[in-house]
T-cell receptor, first 111, second 111 residues
Framework: DVKVTQSSRYLVKRTGEKVFLECVQD?????MFWYRQDPGLGLRLIYFSYDVKMKEKGDIPEGYSVSREKKERFSLILESASTNQTSMYLCASSPGTDTQYFGPGTRLTVL | QKEVEQDPGPLSVPEGAIVSLNCTYSNSAFQYFMWYRQYSRKGPELLMY????GNKEDGRFTAQVDKSSKYISLFIRDSQPSDSATYLC???????????FGSGTRLLVRP
């Protein structure tokens, strides 16, 4: 079974803090993704990585950065958290253009 | 206009009913049509997908694509309370990693 794990289920941070969200997959997938999910807006792609140290911006990269130093790990970084970044963050991985497998999500609240 | 439109629901049906969930899309280049199911407080999981137009059946679930009208459907026969979840359609173009998610339809199957 493919397993995608995320470091926290719930996180509460203050405005201006630097926030790290970690994602780990155990299936040696090349591709990893970060999405945010908001009511009425569905899942929106923040960043995508197709190999170690390789990344591409998604649809809403502003205010976020990513890091992929190892194939199995993909980190999302909020350099200076703001209240409009309160959301559910979902990580996914896939082999090529095949099925994306999702983690359980991190619900981030920025106060 | 969003690329993928989905009625948010909630759709409430009695156990045993036939359920029809639908999406419309605007990009005629979409070739793969995914359906993801998302239980409360969990990440989405792939339910099934179809390639191009036509039907695909998997147990109680049938996915249908009509490319001429840009309309995607998921039918659930003999619905069960365990089918209560949010259903997300997510088409993509051929040779592309990028899924375009609808905002999801919340389904409630009453015992």
């Amino acid at each position: 079974d493919v397993k995608v794990t995320q470091s926290s289920r719930y996180l509460v941070k203050r405005t201006g803090e630097k926030v790290f969200l970690e994602c780990v997959q155990d299936m040696d997938h090349e591709n990893m993704f970060w999405y945010r999910q908001d009511p009425g807006l569905g899942l929106r792609l923040i960043y995508f990585s197709y190999d170690v140290k390789m990344k591409e911006k998604g649809d809403i990269p502003e205010g976020y950065s990513v890091s992929r130093e190892k194939k199995e790990r993909f980190s999302l970084i909020l350099e200076s958290a703001s209240t409009n970044q309160t959301s559910m963050y979902l990580c996914a991985s896939s082999p090529g253009t095949d099925t994306q497998y999702f983690g359980p999500g991190t619900r981030l609240t920025v106060l | 206009q969003k690329e993928v439109e989905q009625d948010p629901g909630p759709l409430s049906v009695p156990e045993g009913a036939i359920v029809s969930l639908n999406c419309t899309y605007s990009n005629s280049a979409f070739q793969y049509f995914m359906w993801y199911r998302q239980y409360s407080r969990k990440g989405p999981e792939l339910l099934m997908y179809t390639y191009s137009s036509g039907n695909k059946e998997d147990g109680r679930f049938t996915a249908q694509v009509d490319k001429s009208s840009k309309y995607i459907s998921l039918f659930i026969r003999d619905s069960q309370p365990s089918d209560s979840a949010t259903y997300l359609c997510a088409p993509r173009m051929d040779s592309s990693y990028k899924l375009i998610f609808g905002s999801g339809t919340r389904l409630l199957v009453r015992p």
